[in-house]
């Protein structure tokens, strides 16, 4: 073979053999970088990645607290949980995430039916701060049929769970939810305020009434449980578990048999009754009328629903018993008339001549009485009695606008007065410079003329009415106006025992003269039992003595030479219809305050309904006592 074909053959395999050996060394390197980066994985990184890989397979879930039972005084229950079944979805178990959020409802929608509110309701709580693979309701209350058409498509839907939980339900609905509020979905402004960790695990949260006030005590505190899942997210064992605390059972003064009575009472009309046991504060019965069902907010009101309820005028969402502001009428006569004699500003002998008018100047306006003709020669137990407007034009008018705001104000009117209700309002008490601020004028005579019979700018609610009718019983005596009687079978004295501020209310009326209490009691006796009394009809054929005073506001003015026809008169502009009272007259056991908007005279309209309501609390009392009949022998 030639020289120069041997050379050349030499040439190839030694570049064969060079590059051999430079694709055995390029693979020496590449294992010996795999060798380096699994034994990198499996040695220096495997707390690392085993801490990941459980991280994937196990997840730290927030367990709700069971909310704390609401009963009532007998122990009956207002409010409880009932299990219901909801469908959740978790996005990132879903395909493409939270990308797929609208696929995924879109395939929902063909097994169960899904409507635009609860997909609405959904993305606005998918939007709300939460933890990472924690569902996201989109519909609650599943019925069995909806529930099986799940489970049996449930490979079709990975991320999507049936999630059992408890929800609030209240036994007696309609009216009960204006003294109990209700709860309802958490909404952004509710997360605002609330203790992200303590509800990581919770939708609903109190919106009005006792359910809002006691919020804190009735949820408890939220548990935490580790569990191990497969892929699809289903939990196949709790591998640690924290306990959550229960909410606290709460038991209120409320009975419920006197809050269904009132509830009756007031149906077809408008108005509220507040009934207030005078010798612990605790108030018996809260009833506004109209009245609307609280479980459909617990899961969420339909927008038709809520619509109906929000722009129909009888205004059922309003509570009246706690906002409503009247004008309290002759309901007021018997603290004007402490306020002469105990001020000194009139004797305890004062007397008028009614002649069925009242004239500041001669010639000037007249002020009429209700009673044309008029009531004769009257005293203060007359004047009570009877009614007699005139006797209080005239005492008002000695006493200007100070004494009267003064001893009023002792009664309760012008502030919130009950404990734990915190929608309640102050109504109107007013001074000359409440006027001053809020109509540019100054006051004028007629206005404490106006005053005196519990009308012009003077309002107050149903419960502070009630709570005026307290303390005159107790001749002077407050007790807080509260709606808790018990946490969890311990006593609640003052809301201030469980760490909440006492809200102010006057110090115990006193009298420079205790038997002008005696004077008050005896004439508002005779409102519901003398023969004149403005009562009477309503106290007659009684077992017992009760102590009353009637009221009837004008809502639309008269002229001066003009009559008041109701006939003739719309029905919303009609006179409101009010009572006071208590029973029995010695030793009181329920405090009553009612108002029917628009129904004419208290002694017609609002004094029978309140002795209803003290015959079911002398029959209740009666039912529970040791001398009482026992059904079961």
């Known amino acids: 073979m030639p020289w120069s074909k041997m050379d050349t053959h030499r040439k190839e395999l030694n570049q064969f053999n060079s590059r051999l050996w430079l694709a055995l060394l390029l693979i020496v390197l590449v294992f010996s970088g795999l060798v380096a980066r699994l034994a990198y994985l499996q040695i220096w990184q495997y707390d690392h990645y085993v801490t990941e890989s459980d991280d994937n397979r196990q997840q730290l879930q927030a367990v709700a607290p069971t909310r704390g039972l609401i009963y009532d005084t007998k122990g009956q229950l207002l409010a409880g949980n009932r299990a219901s079944h909801n469908l959740t979805l978790v996005p990132e178990r879903l395909p493409g995430g939270r990308k797929g959020v609208d696929a995924a409802l879109a395939d929902l929608a063909q097994v169960v039916s899904v409507d635009a509110d609860d997909i609405k309701r959904f993305k606005r709580r998918l939007n709300q701060p939460r933890r990472p693979y924690s569902p996201v309701a989109l519909k609650f209350q599943l019925n069995e049929t909806e529930i099986a058409q799940i489970t049996v498509n449930q490979h079709r839907f990975p991320g999507v769970r049936i999630v059992p939980e408890l929800v609030r339900y209240y036994p007696q609905d309609e009216g009960f939810v204006h003294a109990l509020g209700y709860v309802g979905r958490i909404n952004d402004r509710d997360l605002a305020k609330l203790d992200a960790t303590n509800y990581s695990a919770t939708d609903h949260v109190g919106k009005l009434g006792v359910e809002r006030f ?67 504060g605790g108030v018996l019965a809260m009833a506004s009328a109209p009245s609307y069902g609280a479980n459909q907010f617990v899961t969420g009101i ?73 009531h004769g020669r009257v005293n203060m137990h007359k004047s009570i009695v009877e009614s007699v407007d005139t006797f209080y034009y005239s005492i008002s008018h000695i006493m200007g606008n100070e004494p009267m705001v003064k001893y009023l104000a002792k009664f309760g009117l012008g502030q919130v007065t009950i404990a734990d209700q ?148 719309a029905e919303r502009f009609r006179d409101h219809g009010l009572y006071i009272g208590w029973a029995p007259a010695k030793d009181p056991v329920i405090a009553i305050a009612v108002i029917v908007e628009n129904g004419g005279g208290g002694s017609s309209a609002a004094a029978p309904l309140a002795r209803k309501m003290f015959d079911a609390r002398m029959q209740s009392l009666d039912s529970t006592s040791p001398n009482g009949d026992d059904p079961d022998g």
């Open 422 to 569: 915190p929608e309640a309002t102050k109504a109107v008490l007013p001074t000359k410079q409440w006027k001053r601020i809020n109509r540019n004028a100054s006051w004028f005579p007629g206005d404490s003329l106006n005053m005196g019979i519990g009308q012009g700018f003077l309002s107050a609610t149903p419960t502070q009415l009630a709570t005026m009718a307290m303390v005159l019983a107790n001749k002077g005596e407050w007790h807080q106006i509260r709606m808790i009687k018990a946490i969890d079978g311990k006593t609640v004295n003052k809301v201030s025992d469980l760490g909440r501020k006492d809200p102010a209310h006057p110090a115990n009326v006193s009298l420079n003269r205790a038997s002008d209490w005696n004077k008050v009691h005896a004439a508002m006796v005779g409102v519901m039992h003398d023969a004149k009394g403005t009562g009477q009809r309503s106290g007659a054929n009684s077992s017992y003595k009760m102590a009353g005073k009637t009221g009837t506001a004008q809502v639309l003015g008269i002229k001066q030479d003009g009559t008041y026809d109701a006939a003739k008169i």
């Open 302 to 374: 339909s927008r038709a629903n809520y619509k109906a309820l929000r722009e129909s005028d009888e205004l059922p969402l309003f509570n009246r018993a706690l906002r409503g502001r009247y004008p309290p009428a002759s309901t007021v006569k018997p603290v004007i008339a402490l306020a002469g004699i105990d001020s000194g500003i009139i004797a305890r002998n004062y007397s008028i001549w009614d002649p069925g008018f009242y004239q500041l100047t001669e010639g000037g306006r007249l002020y009429r009485d209700w009673k044309e003709g008029g």
């Open 214 to 280: 006691y919020e804190s005590e009735l949820h408890g505190t939220v548990g935490h449980q580790t569990v191990e899942t497969n892929a699809r997210g289903r939990v196949l064992q709790v591998l640690d578990r924290l306990e959550p605390v229960p909410g606290r059972d709460l038991t209120l003064f409320l009975d419920a048999q006197l809050q269904q009575q009132a509830a009756q009472l007031l149906q077809g009309k408008r108005g509220a009754i507040v009934a207030i046991d005078p010798n612990t």
